[in-house]
């Protein structure tokens, strides 16, 4: 549509400088790698409120168990995260065109993260 309108002008698009972005793919990837890896984001505005209060109520093996689930998680989002951030800045810095079927299964597995918050919570 934009090469259409910009030749009804005369104008063209180098096809060396020019390039497709998938903003919505791209976007919802930024946004979830927000929401699992910013103090402000939804992993951790909610971690700490639900599983610390909840050891520090409990006895040893609570907080042993929760502690755990802390591990795990932090584990989970670093793994998660690094993959994400390599995908944004391929992208941002080295001109990368994104995998738009492994940037979904990222937002998924980000979804998949928080969503166990809420599994875990129900314990």
């Not at 984001?41 to 168990?65: C, F, N, Q, V, W």
Request: hydrophobic share 35%; charged share 30%; aromatic share 4%.
């Amino acid at each position: 549509m934009v090469r259409e309108r910009l030749g009804e002008y005369g104008l063209s698009l180098h096809p060396e400088k020019t390039r497709l972005i998938e903003f919505g793919t791209l976007s919802r990837l930024a946004e979830a790698y927000k929401q699992i890896n910013a103090p402000r984001g939804e992993l951790g505005r909610r971690t700490p409120i639900g599983i610390s209060t909840r050891a520090l109520s409990g006895d040893a093996a609570t907080y042993s168990k929760l502690e755990s689930r802390i591990v795990d998680l932090t584990n989970r989002r670093n793994a998660l995260a690094a993959q994400m951030i390599t995908m944004l800045e391929a992208a941002a810095f080295d001109d990368k065109t994104i995998n738009k079927h492994q940037a979904e299964n990222l937002i998924d597995q980000a979804n998949d993260l928080l969503q166990s918050l809420d599994d875990q919570a129900s314990r």
